[in-house]
């Protein structure tokens, strides 16, 4: 059975940094598409990373660009966000997913609809 935990969520001050995790079981594949999406309260879920397995083909967003780095720990089955320079924009429920091929990655990102496996969400809080 897939399962998907987040962690690492929670209150920084504006500038600051969080890394928020992802424990990723229940693949048959080691071979996966792996994203982070976002949901800022009364918004769309928005996709900002993404990232073929190994970290190949990694794919940001223009708002998280330079800020957030998507990385992946295959020994320890963990998919993590490192975000830097926080702003208070980047408030909100940040879920991690992760899919079998194919990825087309761009195409994922746009259309949060296209990954069928998602974690609970952690919430992060941005002050100003």
């Known amino acids: 059975q897939v399962k998907l935990v987040e962690s690492g969520g929670g209150s920084v001050q504006a500038g600051g940094s969080l890394r928020l995790s992802c424990a990723v079981s229940?693949?048959?594949?080691?071979?996966?598409?792996m994203g982070w999406f976002r949901q800022a309260p009364g918004k769309d879920r928005e996709g900002i990373a993404a990232m073929y397995t190994g970290g190949s083909n990694l794919r940001y967003a223009d708002s998280v660009k330079g800020r957030f780095t998507i990385s992946q720990d295959r020994a320890k089955n963990t998919l993590y966000l490192q975000m830097n320079s926080l702003k208070p924009e980047d408030t909100g429920m940040y879920y991690c997913?992760?899919?079998?091929?194919?990825?087309?990655?761009?195409?994922?990102?746009?259309?949060?609809?296209?990954?069928?496996?998602w974690g609970q969400g952690t919430q992060v809080t941005v002050s100003p």
């Open positions: 997913t992760v899919d079998y091929p194919p990825c087309l990655l761009d195409e994922r990102l746009q259309r949060q609809e296209l990954f069928y496996n």
């Open positions: 229940g693949f048959t594949s080691n071979s996966l598409c």
